[in-house]
């Protein structure tokens, strides 16, 4: 018998956490091994559980949610730990940070319980979490809050960051597309390959990247100008 998922819970608010409990636990395949308040628990509990996921809210007393999520991804102890962020559109920024410091993905507040479900799933298969077309559009905001009042041009400089340097050109392009939040079944469609080769290629990102999932490669090509704000709905 496979063994259940295992979850924390963080959330400073004890009817979200109880209402969370109660979903999963009621998954066979799913079972919530604790609860966090704040940050700073959170931190500690991880070290001694090491959970599958960590379902993390943003906004907590002592220590937020961007700050755990940073000190539990940089623990080597965890690194098989998948951080999902809870948050709403209204904190683009704080989503951008969690990315950037290794969560895997993130859900809105007001999810579908089903949809819930199916995302601590996902990211415990090391799938995409969702729709990388949301976390785009989330990067795109805060990229285009940052860069204000200077409009993006419309040709784009070739982009020269370091992390690029060890990239073939094939490999170059499909971080692009990743980027833009194509799936490896999308992008093999669009540069005509087989999906196991899509795949291949973006397997071979994470470890020339040292991403720890999709959603780290996506805020990579943003960061190093492979797509922009302007390019990423073209």
Known sequence: MTAAIRVLVVDDQTLVRAGFRALLDSEPDIEVVGEAVDGAEAIRLAGELVPDVVLMDVRMPRVDGLEATGRITADVRLAAVRVVVLTT????????????????????????????????????????LLAPRVTKRLIEAYIAAESAPVATPAVVPAPDDSRLADLTPREREILGLVGRGLSNHEIAEHLVLSPLTAKTHVSRLFLKLGARDRAQLVVTAYETGLVTASSAGS
């Open 89 to 128: 559109f209204e904190l683009d920024e704080y989503v951008f940070g969690a990315l950037r410091a290794g969560a895997a993905g993130f859900l809105l507040k007001d999810v579908e319980p089903e949809a819930l479900v199916e995302a601590v799933r996902l990211v415990h298969d090391g799938q995409a």
